[in-house]
């Protein structure tokens, strides 16, 4: 059995156990700001009722203001227990279905969303064919959104929450290669990336006008010491768009800045 074979396995296992990912995009300021990140990053590029597929989508997380906005969603997950939560909802459709093989025709979405495949496929092959899939369904000129863990704020957490002394080789290994799989229970494990190596992986892929994304912002790990608020959320939000606009022109310290976020989202077209 190979390394993403098991770690299939420890995935569906971990979505179909006891965590929540309504409850963490729900509940924690940080979880907040990246949902709210990631719709405004969308919701700028979508063409109104554009056919979109929400590619691990979980629950529904996406699917479901994305409907509401008037889109017309399909979700796909390998997790048959979220699959069956999400299409409870019934305002799109939902599909167990594998990020490396689609069951969709060719250039039959104007949107594609990743929001969770590529974090977890360890082997830049696996990666490379998901992004290929999700390029194949785009119609000619549709827009990817393609999510990562950032490899350093996951170092960082890995420190500030075990310790110096307790840290592993799995750990040191998070900014060599960004390959992890969890000895303490929780997450499994995947693939964790740099900024430039998803801008990388997404070009290669044969997207054009590709930009990466930090979500959540320099400081958001620090709000979830302060009490929950929606106001502190909408300031986290607009804290991390205003750097963004006066860092216009300055790419190497953007790329900084979004290396300072838990999530990375890159944002690409398929050509013409």
Do not use: C, K, N
Request: hydrophobic content about 45%.
């Amino acid at each position: 059995m190979g390394v993403q074979h098991r770690l299939d396995e420890a995935i569906r296992e971990f979505y179909t156990g006891t965590f929540d990912e309504d409850a963490r995009t729900g509940s924690s300021v940080d979880g907040r700001v990246e949902v709210e990140r990631t719709r405004r990053l969308v919701r700028r590029v979508l063409a109104p009722g554009s056919r979109v597929l929400d590619v691990g989508g979980a629950t529904g997380v996406h699917s479901r203001w994305l409907a509401d906005d008037g889109h017309e969603v399909t979700l796909l997950d390998p997790v048959p227990a979220q699959v069956a939560r999400a299409a409870e909802v019934d305002t799109f459709s939902a599909l167990v279905g594998d990020a490396r093989d689609l069951p969709s025709a060719d250039a039959s979405f104007d949107a594609v969303l990743l929001l969770g495949p590529l974090y977890h496929l360890v082997s830049a092959a696996d990666r490379a064919t998901a992004l290929a899939e999700a390029r194949r369904v785009l119609r000619p000129g549709g827009a990817l959104f393609a999510q990562g863990i950032g490899r350093l704020t996951a170092f960082t957490e890995a420190v500030t929450t075990r310790g110096f002394p307790d840290l592993g080789q799995a750990d040191l290994e998070i900014l060599r290669t960004g390959v992890w799989f969890s000895t303490h229970g929780g997450f499994p494990g995947g693939h964790l990336h740099s900024v430039a190596q998803l801008r990388q992986e997404v070009t290669a892929a044969g997207f054009t006008d590709v930009v990466v994304h930090g979500l959540e912002g320099p400081g958001t790990g620090a709000l979830e010491l302060v009490a929950e608020d929606a106001r502190l959320v909408e300031l986290a939000v607009e804290l991390v768009e205003r750097l963004e606009e006066q860092l216009v022109g300055r790419p190497t310290v953007l790329d900084a800045l979004a290396e300072r976020s838990p999530h990375l989202l890159a944002v690409g077209r398929r050509p013409p």
